[in-house]
């Protein structure tokens, strides 16, 4: 079938719209008629080349739609069904097969090689000399009109909650959130420091502020982004150009953090961190540093702990749910991270992004009257 897709066609440069082929689903795959597509950090990493995804290729990670048509082996899933799309996984591997997907052993080819985990591919450009085109990015590639996911990482949502706001859900906010809730499991009471609010650190300052941590530091170079991190539920916020961060976060706490969850990838920061922890404390890391990121072991010493988090250690069908059960209940306002634009001012989009204006931008993909249907 013919669809619209944004495609990054060169390192950087903008992406462009354009009328491709998909294929029919088969018979593991949901074909998604997309309502809105989150974007996220990591989609520009890719169009900056930061990783390695073949070029060109139709971005995009954190759909949401109707699935209009589905393979003959899909059991879970139904034409009608609204969805949200998330990371993709084998689902056969010894960490899918213990609960661990996001940890699955072939996670960079199942979301980041531009193809199925077979090595087929369903976008294409026909007979045009600039060849074929790399998708399946997340096992979706939702910066088109429609795409092709799989029981794996679409998951279905109730259809009375705005569908256009819900795909960020499958990353960038389930990193943050699940952080929180399911990777460091803080307790009520405890004290939790956020180095960087952005969209993952927003929701993460959410999700320890819903969990009844007691001490909440949102810690940021952007005031903006701080006061809404205090109005989100941060009991003190940090400007790190202005003060000792480190020493800052021992003086609030009183004995250092019990967590700190940094989405930075800085050094500094990682520096702070290690700092400003208290004996065992857990230092949890979802941005990947450069190589000059390093903590001396002694630094360690006390029973402190670093670990590397990714999707926050979700399974999607369990807590994408969970998230739009704490948003109705008033517990988790993502809707006061997002500005909608429409499909055609992507780059744009991705402009405001980068230059800190805009939190967590959303595309509106297809108007459809079902997106408005329904609230908090």
Request: net charge negative; aromatic share 4%; proline share 5%.
């Amino acid at each position: 079938m013919r669809i619209r897709a944004a495609i990054a066609e060169e390192t950087s440069k903008p992406l462009l719209i354009e009328e491709i082929d998909l294929d029919e689903p088969r018979h593991d795959e949901v074909l998604v008629k997309m309502i809105a597509a989150g974007i996220c950090q990591t989609d520009a990493h890719v169009w900056h080349q930061h990783i390695p995804t073949p070029l060109p290729v139709v971005l995009g990670h954190e759909g949401s739609g109707i699935v209009q048509r589905v393979g003959a082996g899909v059991t879970t899933l139904k034409p009608g069904d609204h969805v949200v799309m998330s990371y993709q996984s084998c689902g056969h591997c010894e960490p899918c097969l213990r609960g661990h997907s996001p940890y699955c052993d072939h996670a960079m080819a199942a979301n980041f090689s531009g193809l199925r985990l077979d090595g087929t591919r369903g976008l294409h450009r026909g007979a045009r000399p600039s060849g074929e085109i790399h998708g399946h990015f997340f096992g979706q590639s939702s910066f088109a009109t429609h795409a092709l996911a799989t029981e794996r990482n679409a998951v279905k949502v109730p259809d009375d909650v705005p569908l256009e706001l819900l795909g960020p859900l499958g990353c960038g906010l389930q990193t943050g959130a699940g952080a929180v809730l399911n990777s460091l499991r803080v307790p009520a009471g405890a004290s939790i420091a956020v180095l960087g609010t952005g969209a993952v650190g927003l929701a993460a300052v959410m999700a320890a502020h819903a969990a009844g941590a007691g001490t909440i530091v949102g810690v940021d170079v952007n005031p903006e982004r701080l006061a809404l991190a205090a109005e989100l539920g941060a009991t003190h916020t940090l400007h790190a150009r202005q003060v000792d961060v480190a020493g800052e976060l021992r003086r609030i706490t009183g004995r250092g953090a019990n967590y700190v969850f940094d989405t930075t990838g800085r050094n500094d920061m990682l520096q702070h961190a290690v700092e400003a922890l208290a004996p065992m404390g857990q230092i949890g890391l979802v941005a990947a540093g450069g190589p000059e990121a390093t903590v001396a072991v002694s630094m360690l010493a006390l029973g402190k702990s670093i670990r590397g988090i990714v999707q926050g250690d979700a399974i999607p069908q369990l807590f994408i749910p969970q998230l739009i059960q704490m948003y109705r209940s008033g517990q988790f306002p993502f809707d006061r991270l997002v500005r909608f634009y429409d499909f055609e001012d992507i780059n744009d989009a991705f402009d405001a992004a980068a230059g800190g204006g805009v939190i967590k931008p959303i595309l509106r993909i297809a108007a459809d009257d079902i997106t408005n249907k329904g609230a908090k």
